[in-house]
């Protein structure tokens, strides 16, 4: 599967952005589907996935923040970020995976959050 990520772009602190993980190949909705992000200077850390089954899970600085959801008709998953903080500043990579481990990864998008 091919992953391409959008959405990126410049905020202000407080303000919401939504993030796209569109997919090609084969559909989505065969793999549990995760948001990592790596701010600068920092290693790649998890963000929030969604499993085939629905079960979810956000790293807890995101919790109440950020909501992951998949819309099987666009074959894209998303990250829809509100409240966003300086620490939100990163780049983001939505990945797949059908085991344990991520095996597919999008480019990238970039986040800025500016006060």
């Known amino acids: 599967v091919q992953l391409q990520a959008s959405g990126g772009g410049l905020v202000q602190t407080g303000g919401s952005l939504r993030l796209s993980c569109a997919a090609s190949?084969?559909?989505?909705?065969?793999?549990?589907m995760g948001w990592f992000r790596q701010a600068p200077g920092k290693e790649r850390e998890f963000v929030a996935e969604?499993?085939?089954?629905?079960?979810?899970v956000y790293t807890d600085s995101v919790k109440g923040r950020f909501t992951i959801f998949r819309d099987s008709a666009k074959n894209s998953v998303f990250l829809q970020m509100n409240n966003m903080q300086a620490e939100d500043t990163a780049v983001y990579y939505c990945?797949?995976?059908?085991?344990?481990?991520?095996?597919?990864w999008g480019q990238g998008t970039l986040v800025t959050v500016s006060s």
């Open positions: 190949g084969r559909p989505l909705s065969r793999y549990t």
């Open positions: 990945a797949a995976r059908q085991d344990s481990v991520y095996r597919y």
């Open positions: 969604i499993s085939v089954g629905g079960y979810i």
